[in-house]
């Protein structure tokens, strides 16, 4: 099983400031065939479902703000948050859907400060 | 507008069963890939199961397998989890979650609400 890996467990930002959230695969989730990253973030907040910010590593979904990012290589990926705002507070998710079964990082948690 | 919507969760005893259900609407059903994806009270978020919409195939985690059953009605629009010998390490909410596309690789792009299992005597 591909292990993925997010740091840190938890991150207290100040609000407008940027909020960088890093995720680790034990091996590439990068297919050489198609060169695309099998790698996708979640936005989860408190007594909701999750909810895709993020996908093929760096490509935003339809109405999710600017202000989310991701990138990253075959193993290292980061999402960024540009200007940390009220409603970002959230549990951030990483998965990898390149080889089932498809696992998802242990979540970051990110407050303001 | 995709709506998905959990049906089938409660308390039920170890060892006993249980039938989830996935009522899926605002979009081509069948072409799709759908999956459960499951969250331990507190906890991260677990996949459990995948079926694919092209050809049916399915995949399980390996805490499941041969315990729980996926699968879909394309005729009603319906995903289900067919869950037997259902231990207290399986509560959990269970979400169904839709996949890009037709082929069990896929991103979820969409998720229902869930539906809490809680098994406990």
């Known amino acids: 099983d591909i292990v993925m890996t997010q740091s840190p467990d938890s991150l207290a930002v100040s609000l407008g400031e940027r909020a960088t959230i890093n995720c680790k695969s034990s091996?590439?989730?990068?297919?050489?065939?198609?060169?695309?990253?099998?790698l996708a973030w979640y936005q989860q907040r408190p007594g909701q479902p999750p909810k895709l910010l993020i996908y093929?590593?760096?490509t935003r979904e339809s109405g999710v703000p600017d202000r989310f990012s991701g990138s990253g290589s075959g193993t290292d990926f980061t999402l960024t948050i540009s200007s940390l705002q009220a409603e970002d507070v959230a549990v951030y998710y990483c998965?990898?859907?390149?080889?089932?079964?498809?696992?998802f990082g242990p979540g970051t948690k990110v407050d303001i400060k | 507008e995709v709506q998905l919507l959990e049906s089938g969760g409660g308390l039920v005893q170890p060892g006993g069963s249980l039938r989830l259900s996935c009522a899926a609407s605002?979009?081509?059903?069948?072409?799709?890939?759908m999956s459960w994806v499951r969250q331990a009270p507190g906890k991260g978020l677990e996949w459990v199961s995948v079926?694919?919409?092209?050809?049916?195939?399915?995949s399980y985690a390996d805490s499941v397998k041969g315990r729980f059953t996926i699968s879909r009605d394309n005729s009603k629009n319906t995903l289900y989890l067919q869950m037997n010998s259902l231990r207290a390490e399986d509560t959990a909410v269970y979400y169904c979650?839709?996949?890009?596309?037709?082929?069990?690789?896929?991103?979820?792009?969409?998720w229902g609400q869930g539906t809490l299992v809680t098994v406990s005597s």
């Open positions: 605002g979009f081509t059903f069948s072409s799709y890939a």
């Open positions: 079926i694919s919409g092209s050809d049916g195939s399915t």
């Open positions: 093929w590593a760096s």
């Open positions: 979650a839709k996949g890009y596309s037709g082929s069990c690789y896929s991103y979820v792009g969409d």
């Open positions: 998965q990898q859907y390149y080889n089932i079964p498809f696992t």
């Open positions: 091996r590439s989730v990068l297919y050489s065939s198609n060169n695309k990253k099998y």
